[in-house]
C-alpha cells in the first residue's frame, strides 16, 4: 500500500460515552469537525466519524482509496479500531493492518464508528490500569493521524520461491481468532468480530478462489442479532463454499475447568446451531488457543460427530515440546481422534516467506504424513487477512482451502501415525486452575443448579421450561470461554461474568423450586431431593438441629424427623471422634493426627490442614501462569485468633486466623458414621502476589496420584523422574483426588477448587491466588469454599469418593410439601456404583427425556437402570440426541452394556 500523501477528507465527529448506539441513532448525534492531529476517543468511548470528499479529475479511473491512521498504537487487535459504515450498512473494518477503504465514485460520503479501546497489560509496573476506572476517565486516548485520498499501488512482486520439497502440500486457510472476551469486554467482542468478518466479506468478492473460516457458533448469533446485513452475506457465502464455518462448540471453550456435562453442551449447542443455519456440519473440533485438553475429549468429539481435533497451544510448552504435529489422540475410553497441530506454531500467520517455509521444515511428521494446515491472518480485532496475505499464497504457490477437506485428505493418505494417549497436559498457564476463584465457584454453582433444574423439572412433568433452560446454558457456555473461566481477563470482564452466572444459578435455583413444590405440593411436611445418583444417608442441619437423611438416588422422599439413637460425635478441646475417625490438633488447631480406627493407622504424618502463603511472581504472564518457584517460598499460617468447639451429631472446631491484610474463618466438621473431615471456609483475601495453598501430609506412598476429569479420572506421577513428571508441578481436576496403594487411600475433595499438587506423600490444594495482571483487584474481597479429607480403605472405588464427592457439590435440597408420610420416588436407579448418572433432562426435539450415564470406576460392567419416568421405547443416542440403537425396556428396566469410561446418552419415549 502505497504511503504518499493524498488529498485530504473532511471528517465531523460525534462521542458516545458508555454503551454503544446504532448506526440509525448515530447519524443524528451533533457532529463537530475534526482535523489530522485533534486528540479523539476517552477509554472505552466511541466516536463516530462522518467521512466526506471528492475525487479529483486526475485520479477519475485509479484504485482511489480513503487511508487511516486513527492513532493506532500498540499491537495489532489491542488498539483502536472502527467499523465503516456505508449507506447504513457496515461495510468493512479499519484497524492497523486494514487501513484502507476502497472508493469507486466521485463522491465519498460514509461513516466510521471508532472504539477507543485501551490496552490491558499481562505483566509489568505495579499496579495495572483498571479497566473499569477508565471507562470514566475524560482523556482523549488517541490523536488523528491520517486521513487522506490516495491511490493504492498494485502489489509488489516476491516475496520469493519457496525452496522446500514440492511433495509436501500446505493448505492455507483464512482465519482470525477472535477471543470472546479477554482484554476487553463482551461487548467489544462483538464489534470485532463485525469489523473482522465484514472486512473479510469483503475481501471474498474481491478474491474469487479465497476461503475464510470462522469459529464460535455464539459469534453468528451475535452477527444474526446484532448485524444482520453481515450475518445475510456469510450465510451466502457460507452456501457458495467460501465461507467455513469451523470448531463444534458453542464458544471456544476452556477444557480443563467445565464440568462434563458443560462440555456436552458446548457441543449439543454449537453443532446444533451450524446444522440448523447452516445445513452444516462441521467435523472439526477447533481450539487452537485452549490451555490443555482433559482425555475424555476424544470421546466427547466422536459422541458429537466430530472426527478431526485441531489446536496449536501446545506448542507453548515450556518444558517438553510437542513430539507430533499429525497423530492419533486416543482417549481414556479407547477412542481414537486424528489430531493435528499447524507447524508453524501460530494461528495467525502473515504469510511470509520465511514462515512458510518455516511451516514446513518444522513439521515432525513428514514419514507419516505429506500435508499440514497453515492458519493465516491477524486475530482479536485485527481483521483477519490482508490482501496482501492472499497475493503472497498466489505468488508462493500455497492453495487456500477449506480445513474439513485438508482433514479428510490427510487422514486418509496419513500410514503410520503415532498415537498419544490419555490428556494433553499444557506445560503452562496453570495458575489459571486458581484465578479468578469467585468466578470458578460461581460456575460450579451454576452448573450444578442447571442439572438440578432440568431433572426436578422433568419429575414434575407439564410444560418443561425449554427457552428459559436453553438461554441460561447459552450465558454459563459464553462465561467458559477460555479467557474468562480461567481468571485470565480484564476487571470488566468479571463485573458481569460473576453478576452473569450469579443470575444463572438464582434462576435455575428458581425453576427447581418451581419444580419441587409442584411434585411435593403445598404443606408443612418436610421433602428431601437428592439429585445425584446414588442413595444416600447423611447429617443435614435442619431447623431443630442436625438429623441423619436418608433418600434415594435421582428422586426424593418424604422425611420424618425423630431423635437419632446413633453414636454421636465425641469432641474435647483437642479432639473429635466418631465411629470411624479421631482428630487431634495443637493449640493452633493445626492437626496432629487422623487415627482410623476401623483399620488402625495413622492418616497424617506431619501437621494436617496446614494453609500456606506462598510467594506467586510468575515471570511473564501473571493471572495466567504459576512458575515452578513458588514452591520455594511461603510461609505457614498457624496464628490462631479464636477457637470454639461443639458435638453432637456434626462434631465443630471453629476458628480464624489473620494474615497479611487477609482474614480467615473455618469450620472443620465430622459427622457421626462419616469418614469425611470438611472444612468449610470464608476468607477475606487481600493479599498481592501470594498464592494460598492447603497442605496434607499422609501416611500413603504411591508413584501415581488419581484426579477425577470430566466423565472419569486420570493418573499422574507424584514424583518428578522424568522431564514430563516435573512439568506437572500443578495440575487440574474437577472434585477430589486421590492419593491410594491399593488397600488404602486418602482422597482431598473439594466444592469449587481446580489447582492440584500431591508430591510424594504430601497432599496439596491451590485455594487463592493474587494476580494484579490484567486485573489489578483480582479476587480482592470475600471468598466461601468448602474443601474435604476422606481417608478409605481399599482403593477409591471401594471407599465411595467418587459418592463423597457428589454428596459435596450437590447437597439435599429441603422443600415443604404434602405427599404422604414415608413416600419416595426415584426417577433412575442403577445396580452398580459403577456407573453414574450426570443428567436428565428433556430432549431438544421432542417430548422424550434424555438421561445421560458413564462408567466411572474405569472397569468394564453390565448395568441394569429402572427408571420410572415415561418409557415405552429407549434408544442410545449421540451427544446430539440423534437415534444409534433401540434398546429393550420392559417393565421400566433396561439392561446396559458399558465398556471402561464410556458415555451412554439414552433417550426415553413416552
Known amino acids: 500500500m502505497t504511503e504518499e500523501s493524498g488529498t485530504p477528507l473532511e471528517l465531523t465527529a460525534f462521542c458516545v460515552r458508555g454503551e454503544p448506539i446504532t448506526y440509525a441513532e448515530a447519524i443524528r448525534g451533533p457532529f463537530a469537525p475534526i482535523r489530522i492531529g485533534d486528540a479523539w476517543g476517552p477509554p472505552w468511548s466511541t466516536t463516530w466519524f462522518h467521512v466526506t470528499g471528492h475525487v479529483t479529475n486526475d485520479r477519475v479511473g485509479q484504485r482511489v482509496v480513503a487511508l487511516f491512521d486513527l492513532g493506532f498504537d500498540g499491537p495489532t487487535g489491542f488498539t483502536c479500531e472502527a467499523q465503516a459504515w456505508k449507506d447504513g450498512k457496515p461495510w468493512r473494518g479499519v484497524d492497523p493492518n486494514h487501513r484502507w477503504l476502497p472508493i469507486d465514485g466521485p463522491e465519498v460520503d460514509f461513516y466510521l464508528e471508532a472504539a477507543a479501546n485501551p490496552r490491558a497489560t499481562e505483566q509489568g509496573s505495579e499496579p495495572a490500569a483498571s479497566m473499569i476506572a477508565l471507562r470514566d476517565s475524560p482523556e482523549p486516548a488517541f490523536v488523528l493521524r491520517r486521513a487522506d485520498l490516495t491511490v493504492r499501488s498494485a502489489s509488489e512482486n516476491g516475496p520469493g520461491r519457496l525452496s522446500f520439497d514440492s511433495s509436501h502440500r500446505i493448505t492455507a486457510v483464512g482465519h482470525a481468532h477472535i477471543d470472546t472476551a479477554w482484554e476487553w469486554p463482551v461487548r467489544e467482542a462483538k464489534r470485532k468480530v463485525a469489523r473482522s468478518w465484514s472486512t473479510q466479506l469483503a475481501l471474498l468478492d474481491e478474491y474469487p478462489d479465497y476461503i475464510f473460516a470462522a469459529s464460535q457458533p455464539l459469534q453468528y448469533a451475535w452477527m444474526q442479532e446484532s448485524y444482520p446485513d453481515i450475518y445475510r452475506r456469510i450465510k451466502e457465502k457460507v452456501a457458495a463454499g467460501r465461507w467455513e464455518p469451523v470448531g463444534a462448540m458453542w464458544v471456544e471453550a476452556d477444557c480443563n475447568l467445565p464440568s462434563g456435562e458443560s462440555l456436552v453442551r458446548q457441543l449439543l449447542l454449537g453443532k446444533r446451531f451450524f446444522m440448523r443455519e447452516f445445513g452444516h456440519e462441521t467435523r472439526i473440533l477447533w481450539l487452537p488457543d485452549v490451555f490443555g485438553y482433559p482425555g475424555n475429549l476424544p470421546q466427547l468429539m466422536s459422541e458429537a460427530g466430530c472426527d478431526y481435533f485441531l489446536t496449536q497451544k501446545l506448542s507453548w510448552n515450556d518444558t517438553n515440546k510437542p513430539e507430533h504435529h499429525t497423530f492419533v489422540w486416543e482417549g481414556i475410553d479407547g477412542t481414537r481422534i486424528f489430531t493435528h497441530f499447524p507447524p508453524a506454531d501460530t494461528y ?406 481446580h489447582g492440584y499438587d500431591i508430591h510424594g506423600s504430601v497432599m496439596r490444594l491451590s485455594l487463592l491466588r493474587g494476580p494484579t495482571h490484567p486485573d489489578p483487584t483480582a479476587d480482592l474481597g470475600g471468598h466461601q469454599f468448602t474443601y474435604a479429607l476422606m481417608p478409605h480403605p481399599g482403593d477409591f472405588r471401594a471407599g465411595g469418593v467418587i459418592e463423597a464427592a457428589e454428596d459435596l457439590n450437590s447437597p439435599l435440597l429441603p422443600a415443604d410439601g404434602s405427599l404422604a408420610g414415608g413416600s419416595s420416588r426415584s426417577l433412575v436407579e442403577i445396580d452398580t456404583r459403577q456407573v453414574i448418572v450426570d443428567a436428565i433432562k428433556r430432549a431438544e426435539d421432542s417430548d422424550a427425556t434424555i438421561v445421560r450415564l458413564y462408567e466411572a470406576w474405569g472397569r468394564s460392567c453390565r448395568a441394569r437402570l429402572r427408571t420410572t419416568l415415561p418409557a415405552s421405547r429407549a434408544f442410545l443416542c449421540d451427544l446430539l440426541e440423534r437415534n444409534r440403537t433401540e434398546v429393550a425396556i420392559k417393565d421400566g428396566v433396561i439392561e446396559l452394556e458399558l465398556t471402561p469410561f464410556k458415555i451412554l446418552t439414552l433417550k426415553l419415549e413416552p
Not at 500467520?349 to 491477524?378: A, C, I, M, P
Not at 499464497?393 to 490419555?422: Q, W
Not at 470430566?710 to 522424568?722: A, K, L, V
Open 348 to 753: 495467525n500467520g502473515s504469510f511470509t516467506l520465511e514462515e512458510v517455509e518455516q511451516s514446513v521444515r518444522n513439521f515432525k511428521d513428514g514419514r507419516s504424513s505429506h500435508r499440514s494446515l497453515y492458519l493465516f491472518g491477524w486475530g482479536d480485532g485485527g481483521g483477519g487477512p490482508q490482501p496482501e496475505m492472499i497475493d503472497s499464497a498466489h505468488r508462493l504457490g500455497v492453495e487456500i482451502g477449506r480445513a474439513d477437506d485438508f482433514f479428510e485428505a490427510a487422514s486418509a493418505e496419513a500410514n503410520g501415525l503415532a498415537t498419544s494417549a490419555g490428556e494433553l497436559y499444557f506445560e503452562l498457564h496453570r495458575g489459571t486452575y486458581t484465578s479468578q476463584s469467585r468466578t470458578k465457584r460461581l460456575n460450579r454453582k451454576a452448573q450444578e443448579a442447571l442439572r438440578e433444574a432440568e431433572m426436578w423439572s422433568v419429575a414434575a412433568g407439564g410444560s418443561y421450561p425449554s427457552a428459559e433452560l436453553n438461554a441460561l446454558w447459552q450465558k454459563l457456555l459464553l462465561n467458559q470461554f477460555h479467557d474468562i473461566l480461567p481468571g485470565s481477563s480484564i476487571d470488566w470482564v468479571y463485573e458481569e461474568t460473576e453478576r452473569d452466572l450469579e443470575d444463572v444459578a438464582a434462576r435455575a435455583s428458581s425453576l427447581s423450586e418451581l419444580a419441587m413444590s409442584a411434585i411435593a405440593g403445598k404443606g408443612e411436611g418436610l421433602v428431601a431431593f437428592n439429585s445425584t445418583s446414588h442413595p444416600r444417608s447423611e447429617i443435614v442441619s435442619t431447623a431443630d438441629g442436625y438429623a441423619r437423611i436418608e433418600a434415594p438416588s435421582c428422586g426424593w422422599v418424604t422425611v420424618r424427623l425423630a431423635n437419632s439413637t446413633e453414636p454421636e460425635v465425641s469432641v474435647t478441646d483437642h479432639s473429635m471422634e466418631n465411629e470411624l475417625l479421631r482428630v487431634e490438633w495443637d493449640d493452633r488447631a493445626v492437626l496432629t493426627s487422623i487415627w482410623d480406627k476401623e483399620v488402625g493407622r495413622e492418616v497424617l504424618s506431619g501437621p494436617g490442614n496446614l494453609l500456606q502463603l506462598h510467594d506467586d511472581n510468575p515471570a511473564r504472564w501473571d493471572a495466567w501462569d504459576l512458575d515452578a518457584v513458588h514452591r520455594d517460598s511461603f510461609v505457614e499460617l498457624t496464628a490462631i485468633e479464636k477457637l470454639q468447639v461443639r458435638g453432637g451429631h456434626r462434631g465443630l472446631l471453629v476458628f480464624g486466623r489473620r494474615f497479611g491484610e487477609s482474614w480467615l474463618f473455618q469450620s472443620m466438621s465430622l459427622d457421626a458414621g462419616s469418614r469425611v473431615l470438611s472444612f468449610e471456609t470464608f476468607v477475606e483475601w487481600h493479599e498481592r502476589h501470594k498464592m494460598l495453598k492447603v497442605a496434607f501430609p499422609v501416611t500413603v506412598e504411591a508413584r501415581e496420584a488419581t484426579y477425577e476429569i470430566q466423565f472419569g479420572h486420570i493418573r499422574r506421577p507424584t514424583h518428578q523422574d522424568t522431564s514430563q513428571a516435573k512439568a506437572m508441578f500443578e495440575v487440574c481436576a474437577q472434585r477430589w483426588a486421590d492419593l491410594g496403594d491399593g488397600d488404602y487411600g486418602v482422597a482431598l475433595l473439594n466444592d469449587c477448587k
